[in-house]
């Protein structure tokens, strides 16, 4: 079956340090790739995306590239902000259903 | 700005009453809608998809006569749970697929419930 799995939180970093969430994915066939953001209290909100292998997705500084041959889809910025805490969901598409991973909480010290 | 909204954001209940939330797709129409389950520092759980039109399609041990699933119109999917229990507590996410040229689902902002 489809599934996805990303590395455990919670993940604390100081401002302007690099961030690496490691997500991989095991999926018939070529799934869409995708990485949610949720704010405290709030839903979720499209963080970035890549339909096929090799590309990248990249938005507010993050980026992820769609690797097909480890099938990972790692999210990376090289500088946080204390904004950026928050819970990241990295998740597939197949056709018209998602499958999320667990998430991962993100806090960022000032 | 927002393209789904739901309604209320939160909502608070006594046990065995039942609470409706509606998820509205505000600039598309949507055949397509889907309900999930978030549980505190969980991930999202697939509940059912709501087909405008049809029956909801549910998800392996979601119980549907508990969750009712309502798809009236292209733009708006209830969700209800009858007679709500505190294991009810949860927050409640939509989504709904606009099958334009970018074939994107789009997240409501989430409905917390609290039954006490």
């Known amino acids: 079956g489809n599934s996805v799995t990303q590395m455990e939180g919670p993940v604390t970093l100081s401002e302007e340090a690099f961030l690496t969430i490691n997500c991989t994915y095991t999926?018939?066939?070529?799934?869409?790739l995708f990485w949610y953001v949720q704010y405290p209290g709030e839903g979720l909100q499209l963080l970035l995306k890549a339909t096929k292998a090799d590309d990248k997705g990249s938005n507010k500084g993050f980026e992820a590239t769609y690797r097909k041959e480890t099938t990972s889809f790692h999210l990376e910025k090289g500088s946080v902000q204390v904004s950026d805490s928050a819970v990241y969901f990295c998740?597939?598409?197949?056709?018209?259903?998602?499958?999320f991973g667990p998430g991962t909480r993100l806090s960022v010290l000032p | 700005g927002a393209v789904v909204s739901q309604h209320p954001s939160r909502v608070i209940c006594k046990s065995g009453t039942s609470v409706k939330i509606e998820c509205r797709s505000l600039d598309f129409q949507a055949t397509t809608m889907f309900w999930y389950r978030q549980f505190p520092k969980k991930s999202l759980m697939l509940m059912a998809t709501?087909?405008?039109?049809?029956?909801?399609?549910?998800e392996q041990g979601v119980e549907k006569d508990k969750f009712l699933i309502n798809h009236a119109s292209l733009t708006l999917s209830t969700l209800t749970v009858t007679s709500a229990h505190p294991e009810d507590s949860s927050f409640y996410i939509c989504?709904?697929?606009?099958?334009?040229?970018?074939?994107?689902?789009?997240f409501g902002p989430g409905t917390r419930l609290t039954v006490l």
């Open positions: 989504s709904a697929r606009d099958r334009g040229i970018t074939d994107t689902q789009y």
């Open positions: 709501s087909n405008e039109g049809s029956k909801a399609t549910y």
């Open positions: 998740a597939l598409r197949r056709g018209q259903n998602f499958v």
């Open positions: 999926a018939t066939g070529y799934p869409s």
